[in-house]
């Protein structure tokens, strides 16, 4: 079934900083989505991606789809932007076809 | 409005208990998901349902029920329980069930069983 990587694993910043998180799949992709979860559980939606460039306000993302990557950019990050990203693609695992989640990167923004 | 809703937000139960979660939406999507988080982990996908019909069931044990009244409500029946299965569940719609459709989650019901 798909596979789906994130790294960095955890990553802690100071408030201002700018940071890169990757999301690697071994399969190609219809559908691939970036979230952040918040403290309380909540999963937010960032970016439906599937392919190309989108920003919106301190983040953007980029898709490589021939090369099975994408690219979260979080600039001027603020504490708020603390909590859990996830990138999940549309694949299949275990006979379904699902969406599939990477383990996510933990992002610690610091004042 | 992209909003799913989910009550309740929280629930404690015992192992005896039956309860229910709910999950709600009113966006027209005809795709409707259960998932299970622990803590710590990602989210896994327990159940699809496309057009009010159950598609897809990720070997999830019989304690866990789910049910479509409508288009709009998703409910998730819970039946003697055991305390691994303490988690966040969470629900999610989209357009339609499959490819190039993006899912929406609602807020997670905590659900700690004793």
């Known amino acids: 079934g798909i596979q789906v990587e994130q790294s960095p694993p955890d990553l802690i910043l100071q408030e201002g900083a700018n940071s890169t998180l990757r999301c690697n799949f071994s399969?190609?992709?219809?559908?691939l989505q970036w979230f952040h979860q918040n403290p309380w559980g909540q999963l937010i939606n960032l970016f439906y991606?599937?392919?190309g460039t989108k920003q919106n306000g301190r983040l953007s993302a980029t898709t490589v789809a021939t090369e099975r990557y994408s690219l979260l950019y979080i600039s001027s990050s603020q504490t708020t932007d603390s909590g859990v990203y996830f990138c999940?693609?549309?694949?299949?695992?275990?006979?379904?076809?699902?969406?599939?989640f990477g383990k996510g990167t933990k992002l610690t923004v610091n004042p | 409005d992209t909003e799913v809703t989910q009550t309740p937000k929280h629930l404690v139960m015992g192992m005896t208990n039956k309860k229910s979660l709910k999950c709600e939406q009113h966006?027209?999507?005809?795709?409707m998901y259960w998932y299970k988080q622990k803590a710590k982990k990602p989210p896994e996908l327990m159940f699809v349902?496309?057009?009010?019909?159950?598609?897809i069931n990720e070997s999830v044990p019989s304690r866990f029920s789910p049910e479509c009244p409508n288009s709009s409500l998703l409910n998730l029946h819970l039946h003697a329980l055991q305390p691994e299965d303490s988690a966040l569940y969470l629900c999610?719609?989209?357009?339609?069930?499959?490819?190039?459709?993006?899912?929406?989650f609602g807020p997670g019901t905590r659900l700690t069983v004793l």
């Open positions: 991606i599937p392919s």
């Open positions: 999940a693609v549309e694949g299949i695992q275990g006979g379904s076809e699902k969406l599939v």
């Open positions: 349902y496309s057009y009010e019909k159950l598609s």
């Open positions: 999610a719609s989209s357009p339609l069930a499959g490819v190039n459709n993006e899912q929406f």
């Open positions: 399969d190609s992709v219809n559908n």
């Open positions: 966006m027209g999507h005809r795709a």
